[in-house]
């Protein structure tokens, strides 16, 4: 809208200048030029009058005859000119030319209709409409060179060395991604480059559009034809956003042109491409290379372009820091409680052999299932989620933590009993086999949540089908993860106590652990109250076997009066929480809040629930009607951190301010039915949690997307930053 009231205003104010401003120069006299040409390129020679500008932006030159085509301009640095129509400009003033790359061949004439066209202002504030002039060039006879034009050399007889044909030297294909971006692929012989500056792309559907070509930097080169070039060697891969408008396919023309170095130069090549895209998931385009990219985006660059052994160590590192989340903590009295089941006879050797079956079972699993997730373009994670695995799962952690209470000893019956114990000594009896089912099931149900490093790998192993190396980042982020278990558990063998009252102890608070593992497996399916009611139970009897009930003697060591002490206190906290859960509260840390009426802040940001793509489409639409921005949050139930998105996030006030005034959504995809599995395939989402933000034309804005937990100050911050871009 500002150029076309620009050149509305430039109409009117050249009307007027005419009429009223005799004065004024016409644009020929106020813009001068002169065309002269050389060999392999056309000078055009400027002179505009004092008091007068032309835009660099509003050149171009188009060659009107065939067989002659025009390279990349050559412009000179102009002026930075703050513009009242266009912003910052670079203009030019007074004397200046600009070169122009002509390929000529031999079947080609010695003259060039040459379309110039350019737009300037005066300084008393008025601007000429764009301009448009044609000229004759004559071009000077072509000299012979030792780099001849291929289709010379063709119709040479005895040509000399002989060269591949152009679409041997330069093998070209192009790939739909998704309906947002494709991306184009030139194989590249030994011996021969491309020019950056003959790079083109059209669309033959006047509906379609493309984007800024995300072009990656080449190797710079003295040409004899062109000067300072930017050239390709052996490959070129080139990023290109696309617009449908609705079409199922897209129409294409690419253009291009390279040499073989000391030989021959080929002509111009041009390639129409079609390529059915409405059967792909809808995505943005590749952001632009000034924009910012987000981390998961940038990760799966270094996946897909970086060294192996960098990728692989940088992912190891990535999995050490994921190790100390909630959604891999769990994992810690799993390994341990297989190592304490042994018995004070544990070896350090031998614990250090079950932990490494466990993590590299936990890895080995982890990595499968991601690459076959990602192939699929399936969560198979959520699959593990349902309430049954998860009610059952938990059983076997109850059941592990009693065979640590020594409950079977009691009145059960024979038969149920030898089962049971059976179970628990193959699973937490120190066998190796029972370590790595271990791993492999924690692996699946208590694995750690989707990351940024994790979305990464999963996106180069979906959009490239590349599963060794997104296979073996995802394996060397699972090594990561287990190296603490590792050292924990090889740890435990050696500091392991020996026989006596200290070993019934340690199996007991290991007991314990087992069963707060159940718990926070439950915690996903069970209402929050229930789950308070479990923590505050649990709470409770570790006071009770603290010896919070147990009278001291009166000379009592100091351990034994601490540990009096601290089960005093869990046994307090346990009855807060009951009392808590039977007022209807339901976080840990604020157990009274629903008995003093306290109202929970959450309720301050009032999402819009979306089952389907109809949905989510209806609102965004409603949304770019009023010009709001909007906000999508993947959720599901059993996702660990989206519940600590929505219990120390989504209720900070901080957080509350940032997102006012944008439409809040959320996809609630606890079910995984088809219609969520489509919502998480348009954006080529692998799991919550995970946030889309979307511009006030309805479009997600994708460098902004929020994969994992962010504490509040961290989200606040990414959420201004979205706002600030969005509104510029």
């Known amino acids: 809208m500002r150029i076309l009231l620009s050149l509305l205003l430039a109409l009117v104010a050249t009307g007027f200048a005419y009429g009223q401003e005799p004065d004024l120069l016409p644009p020929e006299q106020a813009f001068r030029f002169e065309v002269s040409a050389g060999q ?79 737009q300037g202002c005066a300084d008393i504030g008025l601007c000429y409409p764009p301009q448009t002039w044609t000229r004759e060039v004559i ?80 190797k710079r080169k003295q040409d004899e034809f062109f000067g300072e070039v930017e050239v390709y060697y052996r490959e070129l891969s080139i990023r290109l956003p696309v617009a449908l408008a609705g079409k199922p396919s897209l129409e294409l023309q690419v253009g291009y042109q390279g040499c073989a170095e000391d030989g021959i130069c080929y002509p111009p090549i041009k390639r129409d491409v079609s390529l059915r895209m409405d059967n792909l998931p809808v995505a943005d385009p590749a952001p632009a290379a000034s924009a910012p990219v987000s981390e998961q985006d940038r990760l799966a660059t270094l996946i897909r372009d970086g060294a192996l052994p960098w990728v692989v160590a940088m992912f190891f590192g990535f999995g050490l820091l994921l190790a100390f989340t909630p959604c891999v903590l769990p994992m810690v009295p799993i390994l341990s409680s297989i190592i304490v089941g042994h018995g004070s006879s544990m070896s350090t050797r031998r614990a250090f052999s079950l932990s490494l079956v466990f993590v590299l079972a936990m890895s080995l699993t982890y990595t499968v299932a991601g690459v076959a997730a990602a192939l699929l373009g399936q969560n198979l994670q959520a699959a593990f989620q349902h309430p049954l ?43 190796l086999v029972g370590a790595g089912v271990m791993g492999f099931l924690s692996a699946l149900i208590v694995g750690p949540c989707v990351a940024a490093p994790l979305a990464a790998a999963l996106i180069v192993i979906g959009q490239s089908g590349d599963a060794v190396r997104g296979g073996s980042a995802l ?72 010896g919070a009930l147990d009278s001291l003697q009166p000379g009592a060591a100091t351990g034994r009066r601490l540990g009096k002490g601290l089960g005093l206190v869990a046994l307090l906290y346990g009855v807060l929480l009951l009392v808590g859960a039977a007022s209807g509260g339901s976080d840990p840390f604020r157990p009274l809040q629903g008995l003093i009426g306290e109202q929970s802040q959450t309720q301050s940001l009032k999402f819009t629930y979306v089952k ?65 599995k489509k919502l998480l395939q348009r954006f080529g989402i692998f799991g919550p949690p995970t946030i889309a933000f979307f511009g006030p034309d309805g479009r997600e804005v994708r460098a902004f997307r929020q994969v994992g937990f962010a504490s509040a100050e961290e989200f606040s911050a990414h959420v201004d930053r979205f706002v600030e871009q969005a509104g510029q």
């Open 40 to 118: 392999d390129v056309i000078t055009v020679e400027w002179d505009a009058a004092d008091g007068y500008y032309l835009y660099r932006k509003r050149f171009g030159f188009q060659s009107q005859t065939p067989g002659l085509p025009l390279g990349e301009p050559r412009f000179p640095e102009g002026e930075t000119h703050e513009d009242e129509f266009f912003g910052r400009m670079e203009i030019y003033r007074g004397q200046f030319s600009i070169d122009i790359p002509v390929t000529r061949s031999t079947t080609a004439g010695e003259s060039l209709q040459l379309e110039i066209r350019s």
């Open 475 to 546: 394996f060397a982020l699972s090594l990561g993860m287990g190296m603490p278990l590792l050292a924990f558990g090889a740890s435990a063998g050696k500091l392991l106590p020996k026989a006596g009252a200290w070993m019934e102890a340690v199996k007991k608070f290991f007991g314990l652990l087992l069963l707060g593992v159940a718990i926070w497996m439950l915690e996903r399916i069970i209402p929050p109250a229930a789950t308070l009611a479990l923590w505050g139970l649990l709470l409770l009897m570790s006071g009770i076997f603290m």
């Open 612 to 676: 389907s793509n109809s949905d989510l489409d209806r609102q965004l639409a409603a949304a770019a009607s009023n010009g709001q921005l909007a906000m999508l949050d993947f959720y599901a139930d059993w996702c660990v951190d989206c519940k600590k998105m929505e219990r120390y996030t989504f209720v900070e006030p901080a957080v509350i301010a940032s997102l006012e005034g944008m439409v809040l959504l959320k996809a609630d995809v606890t079910a995984n039915d088809d219609p969520d």
């Open 389 to 431: 695995i998860l009610i059952g799962f938990s059983a076997v952690f109850v059941v592990l933590a009693l065979a640590m209470f020594d409950v079977y000893e009691l009145q059960m019956p024979a038969a149920i009993q030898t089962r049971l114990t059976e179970t628990s000594q193959k699973q937490a009896g120190g066998t």
């Open 139 to 218: 071009l000077p006879p072509a000299e012979p060179s030792g780099k001849q034009d291929l289709l010379s050399l063709i119709a040479a007889p005895g040509g000399g060395e002989e060269f591949l044909p152009p679409d041997e030297a330069f093998r070209f294909s192009a790939e739909a991604v998704n309906r947002g971006w494709i991306e184009l692929n030139w194989q590249i012989a030994d011996g021969y480059y491309l020019y950056r500056h003959s790079l083109e792309f059209l669309t033959l559907d006047e509906a379609q559009s493309i984007g800024e070509p995300l072009i990656p930097e080449g």
